[in-house]
């Protein structure tokens, strides 16, 4: 698989802002989706990028837990 078509390790620390960035990404399709003014999009795709940071930044604990050897 080529580098830059990989999804980042969980254990590396720029895996949080993939997590935002996915995160907005998908609070703004479901925004648009539902037929939302702008305002509320904006409001979406903000609330989307903190839900996908801390789905991210718990994945990114886990996942170094896992490589310390303490779970």
Do not use: Q
Request: proline share 4%.
């Amino acid at each position: 698989m080529l580098p830059f078509a990989s999804i980042p390790d969980p254990a590396e620390s720029t895996f949080i802002a993939f997590g935002a960035a996915i995160g907005a990404f998908a609070g703004r399709a479901i925004a648009r989706r539902r037929g939302y003014d702008a305002d509320n999009r904006m409001h979406w795709t903000v609330e989307g990028s903190f839900y996908g940071t801390g789905i991210a930044l718990g994945a990114y604990l886990i996942a170094n837990a896992v490589k310390a050897g303490i779970l």
